[in-house]
């Protein structure tokens, strides 16, 4: 069946720019994650989602960051007046429940010029 | 506080060869859970497996274990008989039982297999 499915696979805007990524979840998985990965670096944890809600948004930089999930499965991370710190790779992992294990889409690899 | 631990240098392995891949945390929950992924350079992050901390058994996925050590809170993984497309950044992570479901990841293991 399908993965986590995430777009764009890259994106390339300049500093200032308002952007977001998308994750489309593992048909039927409730719980859904977004990470931040750096150049080196493990994964960071940035927000979660069970259902539509945020059940822990405390990995969110600051309020620069927000992310959706309005009907329960699609779910957005929108980023605003981006800055070069941002440039990253975005992670989205869904899992069944919310102790299942988190299957992971391949990124959106965002560059902020 | 960094609660996953992966310091070792990059690591060339001969193909057919076993390798360790070194693991530490830190917590104070007595149940959580252990995960290891491997990233290969597409960028995919691939569960391998999984330990609970009441497992009375060290994990095993084909040809994927865990040398589970609760005492000293190391959770090592080993890949036998290592293949060419082992080849890969391999991130050791954990889950806490106390209510928060994210994972907290290491900075990740670089494997490369030989032939």
């Known amino acids: 069946g399908a993965g986590v499915s995430q777009t764009p696979s890259n994106k390339v805007t300049e500093k200032g720019k308002y952007v977001e990524l998308r994750c489309d979840p593992i048909?039927?998985?409730?719980?859904l994650y977004w990470y931040r990965q750096s150049l080196g670096q493990g994964p960071e944890f940035l927000i979660y989602?069970?259902?539509?809600?945020?059940?822990?948004d405390s990995g969110l930089p600051n309020d620069r960051f927000f992310a959706v999930r309005p009907e329960g499965s699609v779910s957005t991370l929108k980023i605003q007046r981006t800055e070069r710190g941002d440039s990253a790779v975005y992670l989205c992992?869904?899992?069944?429940?919310?102790?299942?294990?988190?299957?992971f889409g391949s990124g959106t690899r965002l560059t902020v010029v | 506080a960094q609660k996953i631990t992966q310091t070792q240098p990059g690591m060339f392995v001969q193909e057919k060869e076993a390798v360790t891949l070194d693991c530490t945390y830190d917590t104070s929950d007595p149940s959580y859970g252990l995960f290891w992924y491997k990233q290969p350079s597409s960028g995919e992050m691939i569960f391998l497996i999984y330990q609970g901390s009441y497992d009375q058994q060290n994990a095993t996925e084909g040809r994927y274990s865990l040398n589970f050590q609760k005492a000293r809170k190391s959770a090592n993984l080993v890949i036998s008989a290592s293949q060419l497309g082992d080849s890969a950044m391999y991130f050791c992570a954990m889950r806490e039982g106390n209510g928060n479901n994210r994972l907290a990841f290491g900075k990740g293991n670089q494997v490369v297999v030989i032939p």
């Open positions: 992992a869904s899992s069944l429940t919310d102790r299942g294990t988190p299957s």
């Open positions: 989602f069970q259902g539509t809600g945020a059940a822990d």
């Open positions: 048909s039927g998985h409730t719980a």
